[in-house]
């Protein structure tokens, strides 16, 4: 039982052992190094954003998308943060789309982790496109095991303002007659599913 567990995780762990641990004043600059030689494609989940922070990584965001690098943000709506972050997150995402960056809006969002190229994670407790002065870590992993883990949960599920538009568009079911069929089933996790499929390639139960 113990060997076959061990054997699991044996990639993985190798892969932990190499990877290293970062604060807020050590982060940016390995951070943003790996944002430069960033190849293919840049994922960054950063629930809170602020003007400041963003502003002073656009000039590394327009380099990567003038190489045709794509970038995903995934982040909570704009609607979620109080003033003045509210208004802060939208000019910041205004500037980010302008751009061609992809931006994913997710209700409750709290993860904060960067992967770069399917190859490299960062994970931890600092807000990437937000951080200011408190006290953080981040960890830098290279694994592609590790980094495909992260992706397939990476799952955008719609939140109550695009709920709200998205049943607008349904026709209201016609109420089923007594003691026929089975119990109507809940409508929310049927978009949700579908956002998973298309988002991990895998398929519906």
Not at 37 to 58: D, K, Q, Y
Not at 88 to 106: K, N, P, R, V
Not at 161 to 172: A, D, K, Y
Request: glycine share 4%; aromatic share 10%.
């Amino acid at each position: 039982m113990l060997a076959h567990f061990f054997q699991r995780f044996k990639s993985t762990s190798s892969d932990l052992l190499i990877s290293r641990l970062y604060n807020e004043q050590t982060f940016y600059q390995a951070f943003t190094r790996d944002l430069s030689s960033c190849i293919s494609e840049a994922v960054i989940e950063s629930p809170f954003i602020t003007s400041n922070r963003v502003a002073s990584l656009l000039p590394i965001f327009e380099k990567m998308r003038s190489r045709q690098v794509k970038i995903t943000i995934n982040t909570r709506h704009p609607a979620e943060h109080e003033a003045p972050y509210d208004s802060q997150a939208w000019w910041a995402i205004e500037q980010m789309q302008d751009m061609g960056i992809e931006i994913l809006f997710t209700g409750g969002h709290h993860r904060k982790l960067a992967i770069f190229d399917k190859r490299v994670l960062w994970e931890g407790s600092l807000n990437v496109l937000s951080q200011y002065d408190s006290c953080e870590v981040m960890r830098r992993i290279e694994s592609e095991e590790l980094t495909r883990t992260h992706l397939k949960n990476n799952v955008q599920k719609l939140t109550d303002q695009q709920w709200e538009l998205f049943t607008s568009l349904l026709e209201q079911p016609k109420p089923a007659k007594p003691g026929r069929g089975c119990p109507r089933v809940p409508d929310h996790p049927v978009p949700d599913g579908i956002l998973w499929v298309l988002k991990t390639g895998g398929s519906m139960e």
